[in-house]
């Protein structure tokens, strides 16, 4: 039986204020908060490995210029006005962060095939290497932090965190580093 503080919720629901319950991690339904809480703390030290692995290349990319270059990675060349949705951020404020990695030439800017009026964003040769080489360097860093979990959680982590990913609409690393999508 695991303890969850009173703040994290009952099995299937949240916990009155100020109770504590027990509960059968094996096989049972733990609440949405606990898991949100879960999830939260992991993202600290996750966020911290993303951070030290941008700061370990000689581009110098913001956090949210990475994630542009991992979308057009993960996706393929897309319009400025989805990659802006794909981002969750204004059609201008996308022009803006693609011109300051084409000025970079991280990325490459091209009339669409499609549409004359639109413009496709896709990585530069530079972009794939630089998503390649702080991809490898999280890899390596969070291999080395999975090393100290307990074996036989491991593998409730993958089906925990790949449910989670498929939730965010992420799709799975192995399809966009192989050039899948």
Avoid: Y
Avoid at 66 to 74: D, E, G, K, P, Y
Avoid at 154 to 166: D, H, K, N, P, Q
């Amino acid at each position: 039986m695991q303890q969850l503080p009173p703040t994290l919720g009952s099995i299937g629901g949240d916990a009155a204020p100020g109770a504590d319950h027990d509960i059968d991690i094996e096989g049972a339904e733990i609440g949405i908060a606990a898991v949100a809480e879960a999830v939260l703390t992991a993202s600290r030290a996750l966020v911290a490995v993303a951070a030290r692995s941008l700061a370990t290349v000689d581009a110098q990319v913001t956090v949210p210029q990475f994630r542009a270059l991992v979308v057009l990675s993960s996706r393929g060349p897309q319009p400025v006005g989805a990659l802006a949705e794909a981002l969750a951020i204004h059609p201008s404020t996308a022009t803006r962060l693609c011109d300051r990695l084409v000025s970079k030439r991280l990325v490459r800017r091209a009339v669409s095939r499609e549409n004359r009026r639109e413009t496709t964003i896709s990585l530069s040769p530079a972009g794939r290497d630089l998503v390649d080489r702080v991809t490898n360097i999280r890899r390596n860093e969070i291999a080395a932090i999975v090393a100290r979990v307990p074996v036989q959680t491991r593998a409730a982590m993958v089906t925990a965190l790949t449910a989670f990913a498929e939730a965010a609409g992420e799709p799975p690393i192995n399809t966009w580093m192989l050039g899948w999508t």
